[in-house]
């Protein structure tokens, strides 16, 4: 016989209206929606380790009945914030995506939610950023992908939460200049191809990001997370991996990345922004500030696979790296490639980003770090 007084359990899929009646936005509520804001999807985990490093400077304190003194604002537990996510969803502020390719049930466990903004997130969102809540309508709609997609976007999220949290943990060593994601990235180089003919390559990253290292200046990277879908050598005249690397090789030869994107370093004497400056227009149209175009770049792929304890490649990784001598020895720089898998860094433990955990085309020269 079923308990008359228990609760019917919510649906994991679907919000319900009304479901939790007293619940008021908070400003903790408000860092949440600005953080999926940034970062398009998070998950639980990830949105933990965010929140563990958000304690305000000016932190607060009150004397409890007891006489201790105790801060006025604790971070979430694990029980809390999967309470509150929950009541987020169901008050329409975020929405729940779940990657459904998946295998699920007995010995898999439910599919893991993985968190975008919901409608209700747009005049808040809006009040935040200075954006309009169409503007953040419109983010909400673009969302609605289907699970390849929010597989990529997770492991993007994944590394970028990764690299703040492991450049926060330095003290002020590195220093995460920028992150930037999107389709105002997209580009193009004409070069060479292996026939020697001219051909036009896609430049089209994942993401693409800066550090500063105390003592050695700024480093900037490309990144590329690969899901194994795309062939590494197509057989007709389609995308593959080849063309990504003469891409970005010719990208770096001609100079292209510097005529991009560029600092702007204002008469304030704040940190300098970055500008990305779009085809059709001119560099000298970014007045009000002196300009420093960056000058170099490296490029992170993220492949399945593996590295074992001797520093060889193993599955995907090792067949793109062995395919290098067939693309020619130009493509084979130790300072332009760089290669690992995304379980050899934890946003747990964030510093494992900064380790050496980065593989060259040229395996025996050893694993390479990022800060080092």
């Known amino acids: 016989m079923k308990d008359p007084t228990r609760k019917k359990q919510l649906s994991r899929y679907y919000p319900k209206k009304g479901a939790f009646p007293k619940f008021v936005i908070r400003d903790r509520d408000r860092e949440i929606m600005k953080l999926i804001y940034e970062h398009r999807f998070l998950n639980t985990s990830l949105i933990s380790n965010l929140l563990k490093t958000s304690v305000p400077e000016n932190q607060e304190y009150k004397i409890g009945k007891d006489g201790k003194k105790r801060p006025t604002r604790y971070g979430f537990g694990e029980k809390a914030l999967y309470k509150r996510l929950q009541q987020l969803f169901h008050g329409r502020y975020l929405e729940r995506h779940l990657i459904t390719d998946e295998p699920v049930g007995r010995g898999y466990g439910s599919p893991k939610a993985i968190y975008g903004l919901g409608l209700k997130s747009a005049p808040i969102i809006a009040e935040i950023v200075g954006i309009t809540a169409q503007e953040v309508r419109n983010i909400v709609f673009s969302n609605k992908v289907k699970s390849p997609f929010l597989r990529h976007a997770i492991e993007i999220a994944t590394f970028r939460v990764t690299l703040e949290l492991a450049s926060q943990a330095t003290n002020g060593k590195v220093k995460l200049l920028f992150w930037e994601q ?191």
């Open 182 to 372: 999107g389709q105002w990235l997209q580009d193009y180089v004409v070069g060479k191809n292996e026939k020697n003919k001219e051909e036009r390559f896609s430049v089209y990253p994942d993401a693409f990001f800066g550090l500063q290292v105390s003592g050695k200046g700024k480093a900037h990277y490309f990144l590329e997370v690969d899901r194994g879908t795309m062939p590494i050598i197509a057989s007709k005249n389609r995308s593959d991996i080849r063309k990504k690397i003469f891409g970005y090789y010719y990208y770096r030869r001609f100079g292209k990345c510097s005529k991009r994107f560029v600092y702007r370093y204002l008469p304030d004497g704040t940190d300098p922004e970055l500008c990305i400056i779009p085809q059709s227009e001119k560099r000298n149209e970014y007045s009000g500030g002196n300009l420093e175009p960056i000058k170099g770049f490296r490029v992170l792929f993220l492949v399945p696979g593996a590295i074992d304890d001797e520093g060889i490649p193993t599955g995907r990784m090792k067949n793109i790296i062995n395919a290098f001598p067939s693309f020619g020895r130009q493509f084979t720089s130790t300072s332009l490639y760089w290669f690992s898998n995304a379980n050899m860094f934890q946003a747990d433990s964030p510093k494992t980003v900064f380790e050496p955990i980065w593989l060259t085309p040229k395996p025996k020269e050893g694993l390479q770090s990022l800060i080092e």
